[in-house]
């Protein structure tokens, strides 16, 4: 008799914490869980993609959480920022006290699920990845819904590498994208290349959020096995796309024409919700005869382990090595 299950059925039980990571990254899982055994951060719930009023409050909330943040961060900062504006978009460009090379630039595209992580947290972060890469950072802090839902980031991310290709050669620019980030990351690429600009010499993907579909495997699989994004955001990308079609590779940059793309590092754990965008990404790029490499980190979930481990400091090692080899910032 043919199988008529549409999938498996598992019974309840404990997912253990690896002894195969670093005694800091376990650490970080357990501070996640509570004593039932459930992510924290499953308890929060995120308004309906209709509901614009309770997105404002939801998003005054989250700013004030990751402004705190920010100013923590502060006083370890050794590059200074600047805030550009380029017509509709607003840029910090952050300097390394130290610069490698001067003709070179990174672009940061911040994570925040389509929705947050702009403000002083995005300015920050693009001051941390100045002093990274010893090269400036034109953190991008585009513009969100509910207010200015697509294509108003795309748009902001787009007139930004406009403005660096007047400043930089393209082969001296690497873009990176986080979460969020990386959907726009890639869908930049898709629509520069679509209106006649050059690719960059890089793109960095850190657990893309490239299928705003949520087709993938681990959709389903990693489902409140990630202790950070412990389940969909159909809330946030319907919101973001406001009636869009989440198929257009603009918005799914997974579904996209990918031939052309530069050297691409992907980046994504086996407990990560995105593992499955990222794992299918890599794998279309190759399709595309892109030089793709993916680095999938053990029981890493959403975002890595907070910044804080030995998985994440090797992370940043592969990071900066991509980098600096697509910049040639070792080279005289």
Known sequence: MANEHDGLKIDSRIIPFPNSISPEAQAVLRSLVNQDGVPIYSLYTTPDAEDLEAWRLFKIAADQQNEARADALEPSLQATAETLKLGEAT??????????????????????????????????????????????????????????????????????????????AAAKIVICGRSAGGNLAAATLLRARDEGLPMPAGLVLLSPEVDLTESGDSFAVNRLVDVVLPDSLMPNNLLYAAGADLTHPYLSPLFGKLEGFPPTLLQCGTRDLFLSNTVRMHRALRAAGVNAELHVFEAMPHGGFMGKTPEDRELEREVNTFVSKQLQLNEV
């Open 91 to 168: 840029v910090y460009l952050a300097r390394p006290a130290e610069p490698a090379k001067s003709d070179c630039a990174v672009m940061d595209l911040h994570g925040g699920a389509l929705v947050v992580g702009g403000g002083k947290a995005c300015r920050n972060a693009a001051r941390v990845r100045a002093e990274q890469h010893g090269v400036p950072c034109y953190g991008v802090d585009y513009r969100m819904p509910p207010d200015f839902p697509y294509p108003a980031a795309l748009d902001d991310c787009l007139t930004t590498y406009r403005h660096m290709l007047e400043q930089y």
